[in-house]
């Protein structure tokens, strides 16, 4: 057996992660019957917020065809760059995403504001309006702002689409656009 970690530049909650990659992955490799999923982690920064998250893999037998295949999964699903596969022999780097966090301030805005908007708004029109573009992935919720994270092909793309919607929406005041991957 071969054991593998693929350590995502993703800022996921864990069931997320689950979700997207653990499960899809393992279900994958069953499929091709040359391994699966061992579980999962992740990694937090000191303020609390995601730094990264990974997949626990293994496969039967390290052989190129069963870690082409590896590969093939990976880039069908889609990760984010930065990222990187690696065992206790070798280290590979994959992701083609691109990651933007959306900050939204959760301290400084007038009481009215966060009583008459909805941040559940903000993620179905941003992620309506990125259509092809990007999707919304997963949220952090710190003591002074709630962080979107969203992923796709270009982060410069996805922030020129959402920045008309983030200029009139109240709760988007005072917020900030990050490049995370």
Known sequence: MYRLTLQM??????????????????EALEAYEIGGVDGGG???????????????IFLDKKTDENMNLLFEIIAELGV????????EDAEYKVGTLEGLALYLNGTDLPDKVYK????????EKIDELLDEEGAYYSYWEGPNDTALYFYGA???????????????????????????A
């Open 116 to 123: 008459k908007c909805d941040i559940n708004h903000v993620i």
């Open 9 to 26: 530049n993703a800022r996921l909650q864990p069931l997320t992660r689950g979700e997207l990659y653990e499960d899809l992955i393992g």
């Open 80 to 87: 984010p760059k930065g990222s990187k596969l690696y065992g």
């Open 42 to 56: 992740t990694m937090l920064q000191e303020s609390g917020e995601i730094e990264f998250c990974d997949v626990e």
């Open 154 to 180: 270009s982060f410069n793309k996805m922030k020129k689409i959402m920045e008309p919607f983030l200029e009139k929406y109240p709760l988007c005041e005072k917020c900030r656009v990050v490049q995370i």
